[in-house]
Nanobody, 122 residues
């Protein structure tokens, strides 16, 4: 089992920067992919970015490329999502997820955090 706990979400103004954290615990050595997803009210959950832990390679949804950066501190078992130049349309609940395999889409992830709310005001 893997447990994930996100933090860092809050209310910010458009243009500001925010960093989300996701702490993993449990059988973290079995994790192959970790990702960030988000879900806005009335919309489907969508991928933001993910990282293959074995080689640190990262992948971003096209609309987030350039503004968002995913990173990881192995010593702390923590994954981060740095979000720059935030826009009101970035408002959503952001979820951290972990998979034991290569995972590109939400159904491929086994473990999920509880989510952290990010609200961007205009």
């Amino acid at each position: 089992q893997v447990q994930l706990v996100e933090s860092g979400g809050r209310l910010v103004q458009a243009g500001e920067t925010l960093r989300l954290s996701c702490v993993a615990s449990g059988r973290t050595s079995s994790i192959y992919t970790m990702g960030w997803f988000r879900q806005a009210p009335g919309k489907e959950r969508e991928s933001v970015a993910f990282m293959i832990l074995s080689d640190g390679s990262t992948y971003y949804a096209d609309s987030r490329k350039g503004r968002f950066t995913i990173s990881r501190d192995n010593a702390k078992n923590t994954m981060y999502l740095q979000m720059n130049s935030l826009k009101p349309e970035d408002t959503a609940v952001y979820y951290c997820a972990a998979s034991l395999i290569v995972a590109h889409t939400a159904p491929q992830y086994t473990y999920w955090g509880q989510g952290t709310q990010v609200t961007v005001s205009s």
